[in-house]
């Protein structure tokens, strides 16, 4: 699951494909959701990190469960970096 801003309102997607619009912008749901779940990789995109499939630190590039493939902003890749950093470790413990 991840939320794309479009202006004063935001794109949610889900893992099974659907992406629905809601009038709130992106900065309303980055205040209201858990902080360790969700993390904000770019200006218009927040992430749910248990939706994480795969992340390749040297194209910046983030594959959601799903098949959506999100950019992470410059500005946002050495924070990005500690919570991205645990789900490598995580993932090869899992193979």
């Known amino acids: 699951m991840c939320l794309e801003a479009s202006g004063n309102y935001t794109f949610v997607y889900t893992i099974d494909g659907k992406r629905?619009?809601?009038s709130k912008t992106?900065?309303?749901f980055v205040a209201s959701l858990d902080s360790t779940l969700f993390v904000r990789v770019h200006k218009t995109?927040?992430?749910n990190?248990?939706?994480?499939?795969n992340y390749c630190e040297y194209e910046h590039l983030i594959k959601m469960q799903g098949g959506?493939?999100?950019?992470?902003s410059?500005?946002?890749i050495r924070e990005m970096s500690v919570t991205l950093a645990s789900f490598k470790?995580?993932?090869k413990v899992a193979k």
């Open 20 to 22: 629905y619009i809601v």
């Open 26 to 28: 992106l900065k309303s």
């Open 45 to 47: 995109w927040l992430i």
């Open 49 to 53: 990190t248990n939706h994480l499939q």
């Open 68 to 72: 959506m493939e999100i950019t992470i």
């Open 74 to 76: 410059r500005r946002r």
């Open 89 to 91: 470790r995580n993932q």
